[in-house]
């Protein structure tokens, strides 16, 4: 079983990524990270403990115009370079439609793998500094990371590949009051669709099994009460509702007398311009 830290919940292996991932932020690569390794910090500057969800890998986003997989490796290298422990990085997969590019990232004394990275090339809609200790990791906003996992619970990925989103959902939730408004406007501004969420609701025995199968949480809760929960959660988004706050507080959506405006192109962000303020 994976030991974590009793006031972090983070892991050996992570505090590796973490020390990784600063090193990444604090270059001059547009690199955003995202997923689990940013759910954590989240979840920590709140205060949030109950369920404890380990992550072995990196996932992040280029911001800017495509570059080639190998100028990417290369921004990561040069990252990396100079620090305590020597890493050198290789091309697991090439980036093209549809499809990340791949990274893995290897000691240079032993020769063992030590993480893998996913990297998307996407427009840039927001993010800001997280902390662990003094590392300092540019991530995506909390919006993007439920906007994602919406996106997912709403098809039937939730039980197929991705189960753990209810996990993260669920503790999100939790600790994180939310403007409805600004999770539909990130998944419209990454072009994609919230399905009907017919494998959420008419599938229960198939995603029951799922859930009941996944390994790595610590303290997970009952399928029937994260199913109940969530499925409060996700009440606006399956019959399209707008102009609601999620009060994590309370645990329930209440309506925005002052909602914001939709965004539209003018507000993407480019990292590659040394103008633009890294942290909205």
């Known amino acids: 079983m994976t030991e974590y830290d009793t006031k972090t919940n983070i892991s050996a292996k992570e505090k590796i990524i973490y020390e990784i991932s600063s090193r990444i932020s604090s270059s001059d690569a547009p690199i955003v990270f995202k997923g689990a390794l940013i759910t954590k910090l989240i979840l920590a500057e709140n205060g949030y403990t109950d369920v404890v ?31 305590t ?23 240079k004394d032993t020769k063992q793998k030590v993480i893998s990275m996913d990297i998307d090339i996407l427009k840039l809609t927001g993010c800001r500094d997280y902390y662990y200790g003094e590392a300092v990791i540019r991530g995506v906003n909390v919006d993007e990371i439920l906007a994602d996992k919406l996106v997912c619970i709403s098809s039937d990925l939730v039980y197929k590949h991705r189960t753990k989103d209810l996990i993260d959902v669920y503790a999100l939730m939790h600790c994180v009051s939310i403007d409805i408004n ?13 399905g009907t969420f017919d494998g959420f609701l008419n599938k229960t025995n ?3 099994h799922a859930y009941d199968m996944l390994r790595g949480i610590e303290r997970k809760p009952n399928f029937e009460k994260i199913y109940c929960e969530v499925k409060s959660f996700l009440e606006p988004f399956i019959y399209r509702k707008t102009n609601m706050l999620w009060d994590a507080n309370q645990k329930g959506w209440i309506e925005n007398i002052e909602p914001k405006p939709n965004k539209n192109e003018t507000d993407y962000l480019d990292l590659t311009n040394p103008n633009v303020s890294k942290t909205i």
């Open 53 to 83: 969800r380990g992550t072995k890998d990196i996932d992040a986003n280029w911001y800017g115009n495509p570059p080639s997989t190998e100028l990417i490796r290369k921004e990561i290298q040069n990252a990396l370079d100079g620090m």
């Open 182 to 194: 600004d999770i539909y406007n990130n998944i419209q501004n990454h072009n994609r669709t919230i």
């Open 206 to 208: 198939e995603l029951q």
């Open 85 to 107: 422990d020597s890493y050198y990085v290789e091309v697991s997969r090439e980036y093209g439609e549809n499809r990340s590019a791949g990274f893995v990232v290897y000691h």
